[in-house]
């Protein structure tokens, strides 16, 4: 069946330092979310991506779609301790489905 | 109130007996989604209804798992004999009806299902 896995799996950064995670589909998506989840609580929706080689920012993070739309990156400029938590990308393989195939998620740990 | 609720939030059940979870979506979205999320994060698609009908049911392990989604009533997620493998935190979702503006699911808080 498709797949969606990210990279990397935990990441530990300092405060002020830069992170970003990877997603990649085994199949090509009509589009692709982002969620974060904190510790202990539900996903939270970021954005969604759409077209191919898209880019969207939201004040420190800056969402990629690839240019074959089977991949994506996220990525935070300066991190700070509120951006803990595990990031997922959700990827759809059908447009009109609204079935998201998750990612397997990539864990920051911000250390203060 | 913009939330999906869903109950109870922790729910224990001894090994071969029911578990039902009930979640009632955002008023106005007209898909229904049930994730569940085991241990290592793993989010894994159960059921989306589209309003009160079925839209996609391939996660579902039909032997022992049924949801419903009736009119004027709280969705729900009904596991029959439960087995320890259940254990996990199940999330329903909601949604506005197309994929094509900047909406994402909404979640709801999440059952916690412990199978004892």
């Known amino acids: 069946g498709q797949q969606v896995m990210q990279i990397p799996q935990y990441q530990h950064v300092q405060e002020g330092e830069d992170f970003t995670t990877y997603c990649n589909s085994s199949t090509t998506l009509s589009n692709i979310q982002w969620y974060k989840q904190r510790p202990g609580g539900h996903p939270v929706f970021l954005i969604q991506?759409?077209?191919?080689?898209e880019v969207k920012k939201q004040k420190r993070l800056t969402f990629q779609f690839g240019e074959a739309k089977k991949n994506s990156s996220l990525h935070i400029t300066a991190t700070q301790t509120t951006d803990v938590g595990t990031y997922f990308c959700?990827?759809?393989?059908?447009?009109?489905?609204?079935?998201?195939?998750f990612g397997t998620g990539t864990r920051l740990k911000v250390l203060a | 109130g913009e939330e999906v609720a869903q109950t109870p939030k922790h729910l224990v059940r001894g090994e071969g007996q029911k578990a039902k979870l009930y979640c009632a979506p955002i008023?106005?979205?007209?898909?229904v989604f049930w994730y569940q999320q085991v241990l290592k994060n793993e989010f894994k698609f159960l059921i989306s209804?589209?309003?009160?009908?079925?839209?996609?049911e391939t996660g579902m392990p039909k032997e022992r798992f049924s949801a419903k989604c009736l009119p004027n009533s709280p969705c729900s997620l009904e596991i029959q004999a439960t087995k320890l493998e259940d254990s996990a935190v199940y999330f329903c979702a909601s949604s506005q009806s197309s994929y094509k503006d900047n909406y994402g699911y909404t979640f709801g808080s999440g059952t916690r299902l412990t199978v004892v």
């Open positions: 959700a990827g759809s393989p059908t447009s009109g489905t609204y079935k998201y195939i």
């Open positions: 991506l759409v077209k191919s080689g």
């Open positions: 008023k106005g979205h007209s898909y």
């Open positions: 209804f589209q309003n009160e009908n079925v839209f996609d």
